[in-house]
Nanobody, 120 residues
């Protein structure tokens, strides 16, 4: 019902910035929570950030607080993850997801992922 496509991943040096985008289609986007997750090689999937339907509330995992910012543009059916002061530990495949509920959403739909690699 909902299709999500991530973009914006790539290779960046430590201390640099990158902005990920997540374009949604197939169902209403405005009233669903949007979240970002990541998975590094050999590690479990990790929650990164989430934003509620209106964009007023957001949550972040401790390791990215102060460095990452989640946002959304409902008119464009797109969510973003602005990543600043990137560290090698941020290297992972990043996934966007969406579903109902706040702050603990039921993430029923997932994108294909985009690779983020941070070099030293």
């Amino acid at each position: 019902q909902v299709q999500l496509v991530e973009s914006g991943g790539g290779l960046v040096q430590a201390g640099g910035s990158l902005r990920l985008s997540c374009a949604a289609s197939g169902r209403t986007f405005s009233f669903l929570t949007m979240g970002w997750f990541r998975q590094a090689p050999g590690k479990e999937r990790e929650f990164v950030a989430a934003i509620n339907w209106s964009g007023i509330s957001s949550e972040y995992t401790d390791s990215v607080k102060g460095r990452f910012t989640i946002s959304r543009d409902n008119a464009k059916n797109t969510a973003y993850l602005q990543m600043n002061s990137l560290k090698p530990e941020d290297t992972a495949v990043y996934y966007c997801a969406t579903g109902p509920g706040w702050p603990r959403a039921s993430y029923n739909y997932w994108g294909q992922g985009t690779q983020v690699t941070v070099s030293m």
